[in-house]
């Protein structure tokens, strides 16, 4: 497997663990029908532990823990071989976010307060570490932006973009939060879809990026 594969993988497992959990809820007729994009009938982690979906959420993303881990090394070295500068708290952040991954998946489906407190700290700081180290590798390559292959570039320019969602999204969802409107948590269901989608379509993108610098196992030994 060539690292851009590994990449692919850290991409399409989450999609295909959230969408396929809730259509095995929708097949047990355990799950809300609706477009969880636009009704915001159920939150990822709601439809991931409906009926028997959890094992198939379970058995894809434990494994995606591990591959994050992996990634984010991949990552901080090839960002060292663009910019001559060592990636430690890319890799770190990265790393730690994948490790709250594991937190949270865990303790999906169990029952009880404090479970329910490690479930979201679990999920919360995931979430916000992977995009940390989104934005310190974003940030690095930017610097470089003028030395870039213009397609390495392109891509470049769409992880921003990508960021700039994601802080659309977190902005939109405090607002709403705070005006305490009745259709508040289905729109934070339907803003966890959409951020948890965006989320994964940075590592499709470096994985186009890794493609097209023909980056290899065989450069990738070294320190982040």
Known sequence: MRPHHLAWSVCLIPIIAAHGSFLFGLWEGVANECVPYV????SISRAAREGNAIFL???????????????????SVWLKQITQKAHFWTFVSGAIGAL????????????GDFYRFLRRYGTT???????????????????????????IRRYLNLQFLLMVLYWC??????????????WAD?????????????????FGLSAMMWKRSRFDWQFSVGKP
């Open 39 to 42: 009704g915001g009938c159920t």
């Open 57 to 75: 959420f379970r058995g894809l993303m434990m494994p995606v823990a591990a591959l994050l881990v992996l990634f984010w090394y991949l990552q």
């Open 100 to 111: 709250f991954l594991i937190l949270y998946v865990d303790f999906l489906g169990t029952e």
């Open 125 to 151: 700081l995931y979430f916000a570490l992977t995009v940390l180290a989104q934005m310190f590798s974003i940030r690095s390559l930017q610097q470089k932006s003028a030395e870039l292959d213009t397609h």
């Open 169 to 182: 999204l977190g902005i939109a969802n405090v607002v709403i939060k705070a005006t305490g409107v009745s």
């Open 186 to 202: 289905q729109s934070e269901n339907v803003i966890e879809w959409h951020f948890a989608l965006y989320m994964s379509f940075y």
